[in-house]
């Protein structure tokens, strides 16, 4: 009964990879220039899905009763080695793409071949217990190989966060990428769980392959949408940190350039950088902080915030008809649950209950 089982599960989780790899072949990438990585990361993790799909379909020939435990043990290991630098390497791509280069994956490819053939040949060309000696030795080489790699994501994720935070310096949107972050942790927790597979228990082995197979189509789908927020992600990832030369104090005119700034609705605009905000009102970003802390009183984020909420309470006495998620798109918030915390911090009210406020006004009147 289990081995039926074991083999339908290991059919239906391989059968999934290689699916997930034909979604991927398919999804749309940007076509600008700086996305010239994520374009070449999708094309290989396409191929690799597909391949360790493949290859999966390989181990479940082998028979679960068969003395060949070893041999299973050792393609779990060498599939691991390539999904641990796969995983990395996709997620670093997305969030520090200058880090990956060819010759880094090159390398590291030609380590993990070299490893996966010791390992393979190891086991039909040496005696059993020099086998054992290599096999543990190489289970403590990806164990290495899972501090490193999260060691440098952990470097790169801190520096793709204050890319984002100096380029836009809006909350929703670091919060809204926070799914990149979950995305590496959870491809850790893959790659410690495939540990399990070398047990050599083919349950365990069935669930997590089942397991791995979702995690791929999570993969996919984060591909779709990073695609989709590509067009905030890259102008961040490939803006140039010039250093700004000494900020002159703020002079008379800033005050009606902000105004007029304010008027036109500017501080609604989710996706223009701070940079791009500062020169509209022809100030370097050294004197447009240097504005809003001494002359407004108030750091630009949080007056910014502010703001907003201002115009979503002006939205919902104007037009009391419209649903909440109008209210906070048409007041620059793209994250509901964002618009409902930001709104009871500046008012101390709820979304409904200020709403509920407005309508028992108007029937006054």
Known sequence: MINDLYFSLMLVASSCMIVTGIILAIVKTPSDERAAKFR?????????????????????????????????????????????????????????PEEVTLKRVLCQLAFIILLDVLLVASYFLLPLNVFFYVYELCILLYIALLVVYTRWYVRSHRYFVEQISAYYEEEEIERGLHWLDRLFWMALAVGILSMLMLLGNHEIEMWLTLALAVFYAVLAASFIN?????????????????EEPESPEPTAEHPDKLMKWIEQGGYLDTQMAVKDIAGELQMTIGQFHQYFQEVVGEDFRSWRVRKRIEHAQQMMREHPEWSVTKVAQSSGFNDRSWFYQQFVRFTGKTVPDYRSEVAGSSKKD
């Open 40 to 96: 070449i990361a999708k094309h290989g993790l396409t191929v690799a899905v597909m391949a360790l799909g493949v290859l999966n379909m390989v181990q479940i020939s082998i028979d679960p009763d068969a003395d060949m435990h070893y041999l299973g043990s050792c393609i779990a290991l060498a599939i691991s080695f390539v999904q641990a630098m796969l995983f990395t390497m996709v997620v670093l791509v997305l969030i520090r």
């Open 226 to 242: 990073y695609e989709l927020r590509s067009n905030i992600i890259l102008p961040a990832l490939s803006a140039e940190c010039d």
